[in-house]
Every structure is written in C-alpha cells, then in structure tokens.
C-alpha cells in the first residue's frame, strides 16, 4: 500500500485529486495539507511513501515544503503538481530534492503511474517542463551537446537509462552490471554534468534525445 500525502491549496483540486487516487486499491490518501506548513506537519505525522506537491501555497511555498521534508524524512519522494512552468518555479523545487514534474492537466492514468513509479524510483518529466528549463538557458544546438564528449560509453549507457526513468536496480538489469556500480557510475555522472541528483541529469538527457533513444 503506497501512503501518500496530498499538498495544495485549492479545496476543489485537492478534493478531486483525493478521489482520483482513492481509485487505486494500492493508494491510500494519508493525509491532505492545504498549505507548505501542513505538508510538513502531516508527511512528519504520516511518514509517507510521496508527497504531491503543489509549488505556489501560501505560509510555506513547495519547494521550500520540499527541502524541510527531505531533511526529516529523506526516504520521502516528492512528485511536483504544478500549473507553473517557469524557469525559477521548476529549478527551486528541482534543487530542493524533488524527483518529479508533472502538469495539473495530466490524464488521471498518467498522473497514477508516475505516482506509483516515482516510489519506485523513477523520475517523471513532463514534456512542457523539462522544455521551460532550458527556455532562457544556452539552448542545444543540432550537434551533440559538448559534454556528452566528456562521457565514457558505459556513462554514457547509464545517462540514458536514467533519462528514461529506470532506477539503479533496472539499469543494473539492463546493462548487465551490478547495483554498486551502477551507483558509481551515476556519481561520476553527477560530477562531470555538474548537476546535484539523478533528475537533473535525466533532465540533460532527455533534452539530448536521449530518452528517446531504443
């Protein structure tokens, strides 16, 4: 049973959104929060497996809901529900540990599994936000980006298998390696694209076609 906490602060969305998920015998709604400050409150109270989280919330905006939440419960994911696709919306809540983008206006069973496989490990981009990321950022032009000549084949493997939203256990599967070295070489990753977490260099691969790759 995946334990949820629902976080936004229109009554209507918040009570539609309950009724979608309560849909799914393996979701339960642990707790509803209409501002950051309850989120917290109920995700220390609940312990739940994700948080879906709105950004623009009063006393407690989401991303800043996100940050206080990881550092109390660090085994926590985070799925972003947003109308916003601003650079500074997306990046805040990015940089504050969240492991996934979604629109308000996702179709109910998309929105279910990219809950179901965010707990799982999967990162979940929604095409219109991982495009406002780099809206006002150096754009990629039809060359290969220049750091994907910084990468090895293997890193190279790997940044595509995260791009597509595998977790280590699958990538390991997938390339026929272990977990343990999956994870260094996703650390190396990390390191040569400069980026903090697993989502922002999926982000840098999707971008590069990557995550469309077979």
């Known amino acids: 049973m ?7 602060d229109q009554a209507l969305v918040r009570d539609g959104l309950k009724l ?11 707790g509803i929060a209409e501002n950051g400050l309850q989120a917290l409150n109920m995700a ?4 739940p497996d994700i948080v879906l989280m709105d950004l623009n919330m009063p006393e407690m905006n989401g991303a800043e809901a996100t940050r206080a939440i990881l550092k109390e419960l660090p085994n926590t994911k985070i799925l972003v529900l947003t109308t916003y ?14 492991q996934g983008f ?7 069973e998309d929105l279910i599994r990219a809950v179901k496989g965010t707990v799982e490990g999967k990162n979940f981009l929604d095409p219109q936000i991982a495009g406002s990321l780099l809206k006002n950022r150096e754009q990629f032009s039809n060359e290969a980006p220049s750091w994907l000549n ?35 070489y996703v650390s190396s990753l990390l390191a040569k694209l400069e980026v903090q977490d697993r989502t922002q260099a999926a982000i840098l ?4 076609g990557l995550g469309n790759s077979k």
């Open 150 to 184: 910084e990468l090895n084949d293997r890193e190279l493997a790997v940044l595509k298998c995260l791009a597509q939203g595998l977790n280590n256990q699958q990538i390991a599967a997938s390339l026929f390696l272990s977990e343990g070295t999956v994870r260094n």
């Open 20 to 30: 979608l998920l309560e849909l799914e015998p393996d979701i339960m709604v642990a």
């Open 85 to 98: 696709t601003t650079d500074q919306w997306i990046n805040d809540a990015l940089n504050a540990g969240a």
């Open 44 to 47: 220390k109270q609940h312990k």
């Open 205 to 208: 691969g999707v971008k590069s």
């Open 102 to 108: 979604l629109l308000k206006d996702t179709p109910r």
């Open 2 to 8: 995946i334990r949820l906490v629902l976080a936004d």
